[in-house]
């Protein structure tokens, strides 16, 4: 059976997109500046790969430490 996170977009549950589990190869965490121009450098984003690197989910987070604290509970994996 396969493993399912919910992913709430900008905070709103309304937006809650499902994330399989089982499609994740790898992940990769950057910091926010990558991807955006951003005044708050202590946000990072998780890139959630598949198999073939194609980018499946993005999540944001405050911290780097939130970022592994998501993984580590997710998909019980310590980075």
Do not use: G
């Not at 989910?57 to 310590?78: C, G, I, M, R, Y």
């Amino acid at each position: 059976m396969s493993k399912f996170v919910r992913i709430d977009k900008e905070n709103n549950p309304k937006k809650a997109q499902l994330l399989n589990l089982d499609l994740v190869a790898s992940v990769e965490l950057s910091p926010q500046s990558d991807l955006l121009s951003s005044a708050d450098e202590k946000r990072v984003y998780l890139s959630c790969l598949a198999h073939d690197k194609t980018v499946i989910a993005t999540v944001h987070f405050d911290t780097v430490e939130d970022a592994h604290a998501w993984v580590q509970k997710h998909l019980d994996v310590q980075l």
